[in-house]
């Protein structure tokens, strides 16, 4: 029997992160901080359709009556009914209730559902004023791994947009809408993207924190909490690991190999020249000429026909290079979703909230390394963390690869609270019928777990959630609910 491979940990520099001038908030003094606010912690979820947007209040440290407020994220998929009124309103309720000041925004990862609010509200936004900024390393430009996975990203993007253009022009209506649902993820193809919602976010402060796995915990001044981040990993082997292994096999995300292919095939495909063509170009009939020309009327009842019914239309090889492009997409979309920004929130008794963002498998599984030193002695493992977990921002909506079971779920204490972010009937539109995962929800159950729906009309009958008196415009009901720790 083979040795086991010895582990590699991912070990913080220092007890605690700190600016200048800053000190650390003491356990009695948050203890009795948040005794005399009345509430520990408070998580709220606004219910603007498939997407994430969280505000958390906890209580600060000098006993004040304003919270220490931490917004993550803020968007809805691409698809959504009138989405700049319903982000608009959003928005608003958070600027109205923090006085139009946070201390922390978290832009969790590159996806318009989790940035869209960003632009689409952008007058509202603006009114918001924001202490910190934080990102994910996967944002720093100064990192090389960033700029590979950037470029990287951006060739693919650029390749599987003219790839759905060049779907859309042959008249493969089912293979066009499967590849431009995936592709929503990262915005409109002629408007507003992702990118545009991240220089937004950007704009809020004049240096964004970039952060790390291997970073201190770090307590802002005021909070009475630690803030340990568990991903993404530094290591681009678990970032494209993005889905559960089966026996004695790895799954990786985005195959470079397949990837390049598709690449190659974009490029003859669409480029103007092609070395590889099989006859000389005197002898071709350019494929616009085919399909207009009069006198040509055989290629359009041979091989032109709505819905793929000509009788030759399997003859044709012109799109055969897009017959991977969804596949693509999809690992594109779930090496993004694999960027995601972890945060572990521990208050000041030990409990912890998880917010897992879309962090997939390899995000998931690197945490099993990642430890911090404390006042120089104490060690404080992930796998610590998440067993004295007592909230959890449920992963990916719900997704088949956002929630580990032996090293996720399981670790986690019986009778947790969790927020679900999911629409099942606009994921069952985007043809993302898993979403949110039965099997996941059964695992909750069993682990007496009270979980909250984004879509769910009423709330369980449970004292620590409440709904907001004002209504939303993407369900019936409430415009947000939220999770209070007393």
Known sequence: MARPLKKKRVVGKSAVSRTPGETAARPGAAKAASAGAGYRAKVRMY?????DCFLISLPRTDRSDRPFYIMIDCGVVLGTPDPKPIMTQVIENVVATTGGAIDVLVATHEHWDHLSGFVQAKEAFDKLKVGEVWLAWTEDPDDDLTKELKEEKGLALASLRMGLSHLQLGGDSDAA???????????????????????????????????????????PAGANARF?????????????????????????????????????????????????????????IPFVYAQSAPELDFFRQHYWQPDNAAPDNWRRIDIDWLDGASNIALQLDSLTNNTSL?????????????????????????????????????????????????????????????????????????????????????????????????????????????????????LPNDPRFRASDKLGQSFTGPLFYEWVME
């Open 177 to 219: 809408a499967e590849l431009n649902g995936i592709l929503e993820f990262f915005g409109a193809a002629k408007g507003a993207t992702t990118g545009d919602a991240l220089q937004n976010v950007r704009a809020k402060t004049f240096k964004p924190r970039y952060c790390r796995p291997t970073d201190a915990p770090a307590v």
């Open 342 to 458: 972890v945060l572990a929130i521990e208050l000041a008794d030990g409990d912890v909230l998880l917010f897992a963002a879309d962090a997939q498998v390899g995000n998931w599984l690197s945490w099993q390394q990642v430890q911090w030193t404390l006042d120089g002695n104490k060690t404080v493992t992930a796998v610590d963390l998440l067993k004295r977990t007592k909230f959890y921002k449920v992963g990916h909506h719900g997704s088949h690869n956002a929630t580990l079971r032996e090293h996720g779920l399981e670790l986690m204490p019986h009778d947790l609270a969790a927020l679900l972010p999911v629409d099942h009937e606009m994921a069952v539109k985007k043809r993302w019928d898993g979403m949110p995962l039965p099997g996941l929800l059964d695992a909750l159950k069993a682990h007496n777990a009270t979980v909250v729906r984004m879509d769910d009309e009423h």
């Open 228 to 284: 340990y981040v568990l991903g993404p990993p530094h290591d681009e082997k678990m970032l494209r690991k993005i889905n559960p292994s089966g026996r004695n096999k790895e799954t990786y995300g985005l195959a470079l190999g397949n990837f390049q292919m598709f690449l190659d095939g974009a490029g003859t495909a669409l480029g103007d020249t092609d070395v590889d063509r099989p006859f000389d170009q005197q002898y071709e």
């Open 47 to 51: 219910r603007q359709g498939l997407g």
